[in-house]
């Protein structure tokens, strides 16, 4: 049996780890090289599932958006030539509901 003393980092490991879950179970804004993989995959006629996998996010991620893109009517080929903080700047919140 481990000590106070010494279960103390094992609970801040547990806590860091449980953290990074939920984060990324949150909803989180994605890196922008994922948006742009999103772009070129789609535009190649590649499923929003085959999508979500090769980004490594959820198809409803996927789907966010492919959505937020087509309500702000955003040009994909602009898109991919932008810089990432410029990307960035145009999804501050990436959800669709708030842009209707």
């Known amino acids: 049996m481990l000590t106070t003393r010494a279960r103390l980092p094992v609970i801040v ?3 860091s780890f449980l953290t990074l879950i939920l ?10 090289s994922k948006v742009k993989q999103i772009l070129q995959l789609r535009a190649g006629g590649v499923a929003l599932q085959t999508i979500a ?3 490594d996010a959820s198809r409803n991620t996927v789907r966010k958006y492919l959505r937020l893109i087509e309500v702000k009517q955003l040009d994909p080929q602009q898109l991919l030539a932008m810089d990432d903080e410029a990307l960035e700047a145009l999804f501050l919140d990436p959800d669709p509901e708030d842009q209707v």
């Open 23 to 32: 984060q990324r179970m949150a909803g989180k804004t994605i890196i922008m």
């Open 13 to 15: 490991l547990l806590c």
């Open 53 to 55: 996998k090769a980004v």
